[in-house]
């Protein structure tokens, strides 16, 4: 059984920076990739960004590219999540995802295990 425990959610300013982690135990899954999702009460999951162990080829959203940067150190068996220039519009329940296949994948579809997730709330 893999678990992802979500860390460093909190409440930012517009503009603000927050960085969050995924911290990956059970079994070590260099390859698995890795993703992380969002949510907001009544919608669906969203793709946020994620990266392939196979690969190391990291994905983005377009509603954030070029302000969140995903990094996973293969040491540690963590993920970070380092979200810029945030906005009122990313307020959500962040969410990591273990995909056991290793694929370049966006769709939560195709992930096998979930954390409980994160909340960051971005308000002035």
């Known amino acids: 059984q893999l678990r992802l425990e979500e860390s460093g959610g909190a409440l930012v300013q517009p503009g603000g920076s927050l960085t969050i982690s995924c911290a990956i135990s059970?079994?070590?899954?260099?390859?698995?990739?890795i993703g992380w999702f969002r949510q907001t009460p009544g919608n669906e999951r969203e793709a946020v960004s994620s990266?392939?162990?196979?690969?190391?080829?990291?994905t983005y959203s377009d509603s954030v590219k070029g302000r969140f940067t995903i990094t996973r150190d293969f040491a540690k068996n963590i993920v970070h999540l380092q979200m810029n220039s945030l906005k009122p519009e990313d307020t959500a329940e962040y969410l990591c995802?273990?995909?056991?296949?290793?694929?370049?994948?966006?769709?939560?579809?195709?992930?096998?295990?979930w954390g409980q997730g994160t909340q960051v709330s971005v308000s002035s």
């Open positions: 995802a273990a995909d056991l296949s290793g694929a370049v994948e966006v769709e939560a579809r195709f992930y096998d295990f």
């Open positions: 990266i392939s162990g196979n690969t190391r080829t990291p």
């Open positions: 059970g079994f070590r899954c260099s390859h698995c990739t």
